[in-house]
């Protein structure tokens, strides 16, 4: 079955760069039409989506958040990275990633993580 | 930026029909998803592409989609349906709707 989870600090310095791993298993990101995304929850808010890693290496990103995010996967650990520089109190939020299929759309997610930006 | 619209909350009694809605311009032209997020949980896909349900989605969730709004349906209303519904959509970007949050009298 399909199982992702992310890991990463719980609290980072406003500021600093976050990094997010995601860790999967049930699937490969070298499958024709699968990706890994990552959207955050901010705290009693709505969901907001942030980047996609395709199996080719596409990549896109939240518009709004573009110049600050970058993503990447490595295939033979079956992993995907979110960095997110430039941490602001604001970016306090779960943090999920979730399986992409190009048919299912985010059909599998992770239990999410918490990040707190605080000084 | 394309922007869904959904109502803040909705009631419905147990038992009953409840039916969300999410507008947005000419969404019936888009592909909407469905997922419910209950309480520190992270969200399930309930409904993709407008009208599918995934493997152990019970028959109670159906979508629609036309004009200006996607409705997410839901017969039959329990108790464990009470949660946040968000609608989504790709339009050169991921966006999602605010979310509506299901109340179950």
């Known amino acids: 079955q399909i199982t992702l989870k992310e890991s990463g600090p719980t609290l980072v310095k406003p500021t600093q760069t976050l990094t997010l791993t995601c860790t999967f298993s049930?699937?490969?990101?070298?499958?024709?039409?699968?990706?890994v995304g990552w959207i955050r929850q901010p705290p009693g808010k709505a969901l907001e989506w942030l980047a996609l890693?395709?199996?080719?290496?596409?990549?896109r990103y939240s518009p709004s958040l573009k110049s600050r995010l970058t993503i990447t996967k490595d295939t033979s650990k079956n992993q995907v990275v979110l960095t997110m520089t430039n941490m602001d109190p604001v970016d306090t939020a779960t943090y999920y990633c979730?399986?992409?299929?190009?048919?299912?759309?985010?059909?599998?997610w992770g239990q999410g993580t918490l990040v707190t930006v605080s000084s | 930026s394309y922007e869904l619209t959904q109502p803040l909350s909705v009631s419905v009694a147990l038992g009953q029909t409840a039916r969300i809605t999410c507008g947005g311009n000419?969404?019936?032209?888009?592909?909407v998803h469905w997922y419910q997020q209950k309480p520190g949980q992270a969200p399930v896909l309930v409904i993709y592409?407008?009208?599918n349900r995934p493997s152990g989605i019970p028959e109670r969730f159906s979508g629609s989609n036309s004009g200006n709004t996607a409705t997410l349906t839901i017969s039959r209303a329990q108790a464990g349906d009470e949660a946040d519904y968000y609608c989504?959509?790709?339009?050169?970007?991921?966006?999602f709707g605010g979310g509506t949050k299901l109340t179950v009298l």
């Open positions: 979730a399986h992409f299929s190009t048919v299912t759309t985010y059909d599998y």
């Open positions: 049930g699937f490969s990101l070298s499958t024709s039409g699968v990706g």
């Open positions: 890693i395709y199996w080719d290496d596409d990549k």
């Open positions: 000419n969404i019936g032209n888009k592909n």
């Open positions: 592409r407008d009208s």
């Open positions: 989504q959509v790709w339009d050169s970007s991921v966006v």
